[in-house]
């Protein structure tokens, strides 16, 4: 599994619309990999857009060099927009951050960030064959999109601490 396919199933395998201590549910986006998301498909679906992030960092290891630490970053872009559905408007902004709260206490995990936070926490201790999931903080990138468009990126290591060397392959 490579690692944009791992951050794929990560996140698609792991989704919850529905969680306690939330009070809105926040529907799973379209995930794709690498590929281009345009204004107008924002208009119908929100999106979550996996990119390579980097270089592939291996780091050798053990007596004689017989495994290394094998570090892979990825980028999940989160997209959403101000929408009619059935003529009710939905905030794009909501969708992406959740609700604005007052002076209760806010929900838990809300959001598409605050989504995939949660699968995130969940896993920091590895998925599939990677021994960690490593993530940043979520960063607010939506002044670089335009009017009325919600983008939320956060970058996650995938790191595998003993992997392999097999110079026969």
């Given at each position: 599994?490579?690692?944009?396919?791992?951050?794929?199933a990560?996140?698609?395998?792991?989704?919850?619309e529905?969680i306690?201590g939330?009070?809105?549910?926040?529907?799973?986006?379209?995930?794709?990999?690498?590929?281009?998301?345009s204004?107008?498909?924002?208009?119908?679906?929100d999106?979550?857009?996996?990119?390579?992030?980097?270089?592939?960092?291996?780091t050798?290891?053990?007596?004689?060099?017989?495994?290394?630490?094998?570090?892979?970053?990825?980028?999940?872009?989160?997209?959403?927009?101000?929408?009619?559905i059935?003529?009710?408007l939905?905030?794009?902004r909501?969708?992406?951050f959740?609700?604005?709260?007052?002076?209760?206490a806010?929900?838990?995990?809300?959001?598409?960030?605050?989504?995939?936070?949660?699968?995130?926490?969940?896993?920091?201790?590895?998925?599939?064959?990677?021994?960690?999931?490593?993530?940043?903080?979520?960063?607010?990138?939506?002044?670089?999109?335009?009017?009325?468009?919600?983008?939320?990126?956060?970058d996650i290591?995938?790191?595998?601490?003993?992997?392999?060397?097999?110079?026969?392959?």
């Open positions: 599994m490579t690692f944009l396919q791992a951050a794929e990560l996140i698609d395998t792991n989704w919850e529905t306690s939330r009070s809105t549910d926040v529907p799973k986006p379209k995930i794709v990999l690498e590929e281009s998301v204004q107008s498909d924002l208009k119908t679906r999106y979550a857009r996996i990119v390579d992030g980097g270089d592939t960092v291996f050798p290891r053990g007596f004689g060099w017989t495994h290394e630490k094998v570090e892979a970053d990825v980028t999940v872009e989160l997209r959403s927009a101000e929408r009619r059935n003529g009710t939905v905030d794009g909501e969708r992406m959740g609700p604005r709260s007052g002076m209760s806010p929900d838990r995990y809300v959001g598409l960030s605050g989504e995939t936070k949660r699968i995130l926490d969940a896993h920091r201790k590895g998925f599939a064959e990677f021994d960690q999931v490593v993530a940043s903080t979520i960063r607010d990138e939506s002044s670089a999109e335009g009017q009325k468009i919600y983008r939320a990126d956060v290591a995938f790191v595998q601490h003993a992997s392999q060397i097999d110079p026969s392959v």
